[in-house]
């Protein structure tokens, strides 16, 4: 897919892969090696990270396990885990993902609820509907976006319906509210969401070939 960048590496070496496949059901993957030497080595030392990102967008970390190789290419099969927590896809929502980032940064709107949750912690802001109306209205404006009114009202819902996801769903059932660590795996989660809209066609294949 266009725009991924993925790096395999470990404490001492690291390598770009020539292919490279992640099957987001199953957990495992596909890659093809650039040559036998590095498919040999890769598989060698089996345990590895892979730094996977979208630009300047987001990126994620996974922990690749190399299991073995096919007989007669630099095709190597291999397990994966998240290294943030696995339940956070069961709370993706194809259809808030793609009428949300179709308009906006997915990561930028998903920083504006970060912030707007750690001003409340600190009691700077009364979150209600008056303060989500009014960031509701900034956002759209701020875009100059000229939308027909049932456009601009589908989009002012989808994004009410991403604050809830965010915050109901993930911030409170996953991290019990701890505010710093659903802030450090923020990128990741935003990196996991555009791989899965991006790959929605696919089934859930997690396909950057």
């Known amino acids: 897919m266009n725009g991924y960048a993925h790096i395999i590496y470990d404490e001492t070496s690291y390598f770009s892969p020539k292919k490279i496949n992640f099957d987001h059901r199953a957990r495992t993957g596909m890659m093809i090696a650039w040559s036998e030497e590095q498919a040999k080595e890769l598989l060698d030392k089996k345990y590895w990270k892979c730094l996977s990102a979208f630009g300047l967008e987001a990126s994620m970390r996974r922990k690749i396990i ?8 630099n095709l190597l099969y291999f397990k994966y885990e998240l290294e ?36 409340y912690e600190s009691g700077t802001i009364n979150f209600n509907d008056h ?20 456009e601009r009202k589908k989009l002012e819902k989808e994004l009410m319906r991403y604050v809830e996801m965010l915050v109901s769903k993930i911030l409170w059932n996953i991290y019990s509210g701890d505010l710093n660590a659903f802030r450090k795996d923020l990128s990741s989660m935003v990196y996991l969401f555009g791989e899965l809209r991006d790959t929605g066609s696919m089934a859930g294949r997690g396909e950057t070939w």
Not at 105 to 119: A, G, P, T, V, Y
Not at 131 to 150: G, H, T, Y
Request: proline share 3%; no cysteine; net charge negative.
């Open 84 to 119: 943030i927590p696995d339940a956070i896809e069961v709370f993706y929502e194809a259809d808030i993902i793609e009428a949300i980032s179709k308009r906006f940064s997915l990561r930028e709107i998903s920083e504006d609820i970060f912030k707007m949750m750690r001003n």
């Open 131 to 150: 303060f989500l109306n009014e960031w509701l209205i900034a956002r759209l404006n701020s875009e100059k976006m000229e939308l027909e009114v049932p």
């Open 66 to 73: 190399f299991e073995r190789k096919h007989s007669d290419t």
